[in-house]
DNA sequence: GGGGCTTGTAATCATACGATTACATCATCC
DNA sequence: GGATGATGTAATCGTATGATTACAAGCCCC
């Protein structure tokens, strides 16, 4: 037995969160294990039980968090803007910059996949109207803006989730899709996968 | 013991398709199990793994079947059209006509979500870019009406595959989203949101 | 320096699930 | 009419996995 360093426990449920953002956003609800999480956080199993109770308290918590992650982006987005112009090219961009951690996309898409879960399901429903909502009243979006912009959002998390950034330099269309949907941003999609290539 | 109608295997093999595109769609890759599909599909469980080798072998031609018919569904309206003008919203509704058979925009939305499986990913990439594809050539999209295309039926995916639509008439916010997305088609939504509710 | 709280692991359990095997039933051909 | 192949199930197996338990080791306060 080789005990890690000790941390706070409130650490290391932080450490923890973002392991499962990960790997939930990886394999998927089913697919992840609470083994490869806590692997992918340094420690073992069982404290990955004890610190959440259970795989879906955990899951349920990621997702809290990674809402309230877009919605911190967005908010930041919003104060440094005051052209109303230009705010949604602003906000879209902050988005795009997401991908830098590919969990926080992938667990949203894996999320409202999942909207059949007894405990998940509400948990993805509210969180989505939440965002809805920050970008109808505190972006002042129009409604037609804001389901133009969360289009955009999902056909984005469908290319990253997908894995078609691996064939952006081999196969032709795969790059004009990504060209037309990501523009300017698309180096950040290439610093994204390169990442992720680990 | 109680053998069910004997079937050619061919008929049963769709049966079985039909069922498990269900099932994969409302419970993920992980969360479905044989077990539940062959109960979908009224028979056993071993039979299920029998005729397709493996679950994953399942997946994959559920997935490849499911492109299929979005593609299909497209070429109808496709041809059925000679105004370019209207083309996009005439596949687009073509698109929405699809949520009458939730299996098939769930499976698709499960699929993508899975873009990181050695075995799944490859296949749901194949799909997509085949969608993409046709959409260009054959149905002549730019590459703008393309991508805004795709985003709108992604939105979808998630709206539909979130379980909002059950929301529809106590939640103000989602009946303005759905209202927005779906416009004039939204009587299918409400229809098919009916439907599942078996 | 020791009692008690926190942080952590090893070992184990119970179960769910995909897969395999063996067997039953029916149709068809000769 | 019985051999053969196709269609199907019951029983079972091996394993992966979420959860539980028991225990170890540090930290802190008095």
Redesign the pocket.
Known sequence: ????????????REQILDAAAQVFGELGY?????????RAA?????????????????IVEVIERTCDRVMATFREAIALEDDPETLPRRIGGAYIGLVSDRGILLTLMQAFGAGHDPKIGPVARIGLMRIYDQLREEAGFSAEQTREFLAQGMLINTLIGSGLSAQLDTDARVAELFECTFQDKLPLVRAGMSLAAR
Do not use: C, H, W
Not at 1 to 12: F, H, L, N, S, V
Not at 42 to 47: A, E, H, T, V
């Open positions: 037995m080789k005990p890690r360093d000790r941390i706070p426990a409130a650490e290391r089913g697919g992840a294990t609470t083994d490869t999480i806590a340094g420690i073992s199993q069982p404290y990955v039980v004890r610190l959440f109770g259970s795989k879906e308290n955990l």
